[in-house]
């Protein structure tokens, strides 16, 4: 079966300095690769998305970039990060299967404190 | 583009009472709809999800959802809710072009009072 690891499962960081959020995939090949923010009251907002190896599209302009140096693989990271970078990152995949929509499956989220 | 509204925030329900929780999607197109539940700190699960067909779906933990194109909505229920059904719920719009861009509305949280 299918699973997903992301971690660490929370982090407490100070303004400025970088950061790096894992997240693997197991049990499947080619999957895409979802980063999604999650703030409070606001829904979960799509950070960033990728069909295949070093394919990154960015949904919204920010402090953030995303990288897949492998096919299960999906790295969040940031080089100076901002008080308003705050919040529950969740990482998700799906099975790339064409036309035909797979949900999506998550992990279990990334509490990042920006002090 | 595609958007999802939930329009109440917060609901409370007594354990044994029925739930409906609304979801008012915009997209248009035949939409891929979903409905995710979120305990406190964790990550999102399935609930259950339409694509195309019987527009009443089935999911688990006994929710079901209805998909009704007249009213571009998509309610959750619930006949009788448990306690460990309290959580927050999400649902979700997708485009109906084969790739998984999921547009979520802004979360409902349940409470159940005992």
């Known amino acids: 079966s299918q699973t997903i690891h992301q971690w660490p499962a929370t982090l407490v960081q100070p303004v400025g300095s970088p950061l790096s959020l894992e997240c693997t995939v197991e049990g499947t090949s080619n999957p895409n690769l979802y980063w999604y923010r999650q703030a409070a009251g606001r829904g979960l907002q799509l950070l960033f998305y990728s069909v295949g190896i070093g394919q990154i599209s960015s949904e919204v302009p920010q402090n953030l970039s995303a990288s897949r140096p492998q096919d299960r693989q999906f790295i969040l990271s940031s080089k100076k990060l901002l008080l308003s970078d705050s919040g529950f990152y969740l990482c998700?995949?799906?099975?790339?299967?064409?036309?035909?929509?797979?949900?999506?499956?998550f992990g279990n989220g990334t509490r990042l404190t920006v002090t | 583009a595609q958007s999802v509204t939930q329009p109440d925030i917060h609901i409370t329900v007594s354990e044994g009472a029925s739930l409906e929780l609304r979801c008012n999607y915009s997209y248009g197109a035949t939409p891929y709809l979903f409905w995710y539940v979120q305990s406190p700190g964790q990550g999102l699960q399935l609930l259950l999800k339409?694509?195309?067909?019987?527009?009443l779906v089935q999911g688990i933990k006994g929710f079901e959802a209805e998909f009704k194109r007249s009213q571009s909505s998509f309610n959750l229920r619930k006949p009788s809710v448990h306690w460990s059904d309290a959580a927050e719920y999400f649902c979700a719009v997708g485009a109906s072009d084969g790739f998984q861009k999921l547009v979520f509305g802004t979360g409902t949280r349940l409470l159940v009072s005992p």
């Open positions: 339409y694509f195309s067909g019987d527009t």
């Open positions: 998700a995949w799906s099975a790339n299967r064409g036309p035909n929509n797979s949900p999506l499956h």
